[in-house]
């Protein structure tokens, strides 16, 4: 054997203890990080047991192994576990998913210019800097009235889910293939609706892409299910599945 075969061979044993050491020594939640959640996370207190142990693993590696940085605003413990929760609900059906290629989470204390277009932003998602922004003011008022279909939490990081599904870092292609097919499908033939004027259920701004469509598709899904399905129970039973939650 010689001695490249030999550097790599202790190269890749290295990236197997690594691999192996970051998965059995997960930082766990404290408790009053807990305490945070069964205080406010409302999806969180409607699990059993068991699901909400997973559901701590998940807020935990967010809180824990996400960049936080703040923009006008100091991201304190409180605010990562409550953006650590919304992520988790959005990924509930997906235990091992971490939106790993979004290192960073860039909070802000309320809407912000974007320099790109100079429009306010209330959140946003730059995968070509694996960056999330939300504006911390207005996900507070997504949670604050759970049943108006507006969650700029879930909406952005709804839009990260769909980028890494595509991104090809070992956590790509969760989502069911013939499923997305039939989302597709289905999203824009509504889309089409929505913009001539004949959509009767989702707001406007879903008809400006496939992208925003469902953003806020996911939004009225956990905000507003049983109106979803009622509206549109094919597309409602579609999107379950994709997010592998019945609701
Ligand atoms: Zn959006």
């Not at 595509?166 to 999203?187: C, K, M, P, S, Y």
């Not at 905000?223 to 509206?231: G, L």
């Amino acid at each position: 054997m010689n001695y490249v075969a030999v550097a790599i061979l202790g190269l890749a044993a290295l990236n197997l203890s690594l691999r192996l050491y970051s998965r059995f020594h997960r930082r766990k939640l404290t408790a009053a990080q807990r305490q945070v959640m069964t205080t406010y996370a409302t999806y969180y207190q409607q699990l059993d047991p068991a699901s909400q142990l997973r559901f701590e693993r998940t807020v935990a590696d967010f809180v824990n192994r996400k960049e936080w940085r703040g923009s006008g605003i100091a991201v304190v413990d409180g605010m990562k576990v409550m953006i650590g929760s919304c992520a988790a609900q959005l990924l509930h059906g997906f235990p091992e998913v971490r939106l790993r290629h979004f290192k960073r989470i860039v909070v802000t204390s309320g809407p912000y210019r974007a320099t790109l277009d100079g429009k306010l932003h209330l959140g946003e998602v730059r995968p070509g800097q694996g960056v999330i922004i939300i504006s911390w003011s207005d996900f507070v008022k997504g949670y604050a009235d759970p049943r108006n279909a507006y969650n700029v939490g879930l909406h952005e990081f709804a839009h990260a889910l769909w980028f890494e599904n595509t991104i090809q870092n070992g956590e790509e292609h969760f989502l069911d293939e013939a499923l997305l097919r039939q989302w597709n499908v289905l999203a824009l033939a509504e889309i089409s609706r929505i913009n001539t004027g004949s959509g009767h259920f989702f707001r406007k701004y879903a008809g400006a892409n496939t992208a925003e469509f469902l953003a806020v598709a996911v939004e009225y899904f956990f905000e507003q299910p049983e109106e979803f399905k009622a509206a549109f129970p094919e597309l409602f039973g579609v999107l379950g599945g994709l997010l592998r939650q019945g609701r």
